[in-house]
């Protein structure tokens, strides 16, 4: 196999539970080497969350897939003397502490540039590392709060609602990734090779997917309410119900997409009435649109509706549950269902690899580490610890 793009880039991931151990999956698929820093005996929370299997979290055996484990008591100054140490033989630090921990723990920007002028150190926090909030702490979903999309989550006549999974803290991780890459080409092409720091605050990667609300609301003084299924201005696209009790989504909201839509359903005065020849023309009567398409899907099985619709290249598709995902054919074809064998030689489906590279793709090389498996490793191989320091420092807690 080709070489991965990411091979010889050394990532040190100080953060626990979501977001910066989420970029550092991403990180690690594609061919960096992701040493994890873990507290000594108890390691990363997210060990215990959810889903218990031998002892171990599911969601760890894909959220640290690939991964080296070492641990480090970073509380103590030697445990902050090995990260220098892995510092200077490395490129990136992630981390995801409250703003001024690392500084308490002499490992800011400023102490690890001294000891690598090379360094990305990407930072993520609930509200950044400058600004009145800086010192609040920040979890994804207050951040998907503050960040604007739980007032868009849901129905208008109930309370906001989550997403059903922790997306401002994965929100927050990919543009952790994204900044990281951006700040190591920059330190690529610099005369002095210099890196930099990279300030993720979740909240504004959450307030960056809100669409044009922002000079909408600047503008006229609109504000985006709930709208349940429906996608506010966007007509038709909504979820209908089916003859077999499923439900459908269908967007058919391009104009010669609703043309052949309606054709389909049996309005053809629909196609051709000029009032909807246009988004906005729809969006102004989309209750009539959507009782029309609903009234057709009714009279059909979800199986039905997809197949007569996929034949007029309408976009169509079922609301999955994970048992339907694990049964879907192009799924399977997209290898986006891998088996992985755990240390007790079960096998185990986890997600496949996004994005895909055509000559140089990721892999999924190991599932989550144990507590501490690397330690021989990176302390007597990448830092050269002699066994006697090594001993030493286990014994004192250190590691």
């Not at 209750?287 to 976009?315: C, F, G, M, N, R």
């Amino acid at each position: 196999m080709n070489e991965k793009p990411l091979k010889g880039i050394t990532i040190v991931e100080l953060g626990n539970l979501v977001a910066a151990p989420f970029a550092g999956k991403i990180f690690s698929e594609f061919g960096a080497t992701v040493i994890k820093v873990e507290q000594p005996k108890t390691g990363d929370p997210l060990r215990n969350w959810r889903v218990m299997h031998d002892d171990t979290s599911v969601w760890w055996h894909v959220q640290s897939r690939n991964k080296k484990s070492i641990t480090v008591n970073l509380r103590e100054e030697e445990g902050q003397q090995i990260i220098r140490d892995l510092v200077a033989k490395s490129d990136v630090v992630l981390e995801n502490f409250k703003p001024g921990t690392m500084e308490r723990w002499n490992l800011g920007y400023e102490d690890l540039k001294r000891v690598n002028p090379s360094i990305v150190l990407t930072r993520i926090s609930g509200y950044g590392q400058t600004g009145p909030y800086r010192e609040k702490p920040g979890f994804g979903s207050v951040a998907e709060a503050m960040g604007g999309l739980r007032y868009l989550t849901g129905y208008p006549d109930r309370p906001p609602v989550r997403v059903g999974v922790a997306i401002g803290d994965m929100i927050a991780g990919l543009y952790a990734v994204v900044g990281t890459m951006f700040a190591l080409r920059a330190r690529d092409i610099h005369p002095e090779k210099l890196g930099q720091e990279v300030d993720v605050a979740l909240y504004e990667t959450v307030f960056s997917l809100l669409e044009g609300m922002l000079p909408e609301y600047d503008l006229t003084n609109i504000v985006r309410e709930r709208t349940g299924s429906t996608l506010p201005g966007i007509a038709p696209s909504n979820t209908y119900l089916c003859r077999d009790g499923k439900y459908v989504v269908i967007g058919g909201n391009g104009d010669q997409i609703f043309k052949r839509l309606m054709i389909a359903i049996g309005r053809p005065d629909f196609a051709e009435k000029s009032e909807y020849s246009t988004n906005q023309g729809r969006a102004d009567d989309v209750e009539t649109i959507d009782e029309a398409i609903e009234a057709w899907t009714k009279q059909y099985t979800l199986e039905e509706v997809q197949q007569l619709l996929d034949e007029v290249s309408v976009p169509v598709g079922p609301i999955y549950s994970i048992a339907d995902i694990m049964k879907d054919p192009h799924y399977i074809a997209r290898e986006m269902l891998q088996k992985v064998e755990l240390a007790s030689g079960e096998q185990l489906t986890v997600p496949g690899i996004v994005p895909k590279l055509s000559r140089t793709p990721g892999t999924l090389d190991a599932t989550g580490p144990r507590l501490g498996e690397h330690n021989d490793e990176i302390y007597e191989e990448f830092l050269n610890f002699t066994l006697e320091d090594y001993k030493q420092l286990k014994e004192r807690g250190i590691i």
